[in-house]
T-cell receptor, first 115, second 112 residues
Framework: AQTVTQSQPEMSVQEAETVTLSCTYD???????LFWYKQPPSRQMILVIR??????QNATENRFSVNFQKAAKSFSLKISDSQLGDTAMYFC????????????FGTGTSLTVIP | DTGVSQNPRHKITKRGQNVTFRCDPI?????LYWYRQTLGQGPEFLTY????????KSRLLSDRFSAERPKGSFSTLEIQRTEQGDSAMYLC??????????FGPGTRLTVL
């Protein structure tokens, strides 16, 4: 079974600063995908960034980047130059490669960006 | 708006009643997923369709739950004889490729 753990229920960051959200996972699979999804208050979840486990290079999307440590089974999200619109619940998720049938989500981290 | 839509957005019902939710995926997406999200938790997988075929069901989907996707387009999720423990946000997602899912806004169910 796959499990995803987010050990930080709540975090806050000053606007324009950098914040890192933690995620660890447990799996016996060798090939898989990892994701960070953002769920703003009362709005739908949207994909922030995606990492393929067989790629050593960390994914980046504008102000969002990940630190993927496969041996440690760690997948943290760094948000640079935090903006008020980044305030949301952030979920780390795991998907087995090429099954495409379900995500395994963590419990989420609530991020508040303080003006 | 061409995203995933769900109706109703909110549903309040009394224990023992039946409820049905609808999900309209993005039009060309052949995969459709249902998840349940309770307060303070991440979404949990319920079931998955590829076109009209229901390919996987979670053990969370008890006999009181049934999902359909007639003609491989919209999907419905029905809960019979609702219980207070069924109170949750029910999320629908759709995808064209296996490694990306687009989520709808969810239906929040409250069972009194």
């Amino acid at each position: 079974a796959q499990t995803v753990t987010q050990s930080q229920p709540e975090m806050s960051v000053q606007e324009a600063e950098t914040v890192t959200l933690s995620c660890t996972y447990d799996t016996s699979e060798s090939n898989y995908y990892l994701f960070w999804y953002k769920q703003p208050p009362s709005r739908q979840m949207i994909l922030v960034i995606r990492q393929e486990a067989y790629k050593q290079q960390n994914a980046t999307e504008n102000r969002f980047s990940v630190n993927f440590q496969k041996a440690a089974k760690s997948f943290s999200l760094k948000i640079s130059d935090s903006q008020l619109g980044d305030t949301a619940m952030y979920f780390c998720a795991f998907m087995k490669h090429e099954t495409g049938n379900q995500f395994y989500f963590g419990t989420g981290t609530s991020l508040t960006v303080i003006p | 708006d061409t995203g995933v839509s769900q109706n109703p957005r909110h549903k309040i019902t009394k224990r023992g009643q039946n409820v049905t939710f609808r999900c309209d995926p993005i039009s060309e997406h052949n995969r459709l997923y249902w998840y349940r999200q309770t307060l303070g938790q991440g979404p949990e997988f319920l079931t998955y369709f590829q076109n009209e075929a229901q390919l996987e069901k979670s053990r969370l989907l008890s006999d009181r739950f049934s999902a359909e996707r007639p003609k491989g387009s919209f999907s419905t999720l029905e809960i019979q004889r609702t219980e207070q423990g069924d109170s949750a946000m029910y999320l629908c997602a759709s995808s064209l490729v296996w490694n990306e899912q687009f989520f709808g806004p969810g239906t929040r169910l409250t069972v009194l």
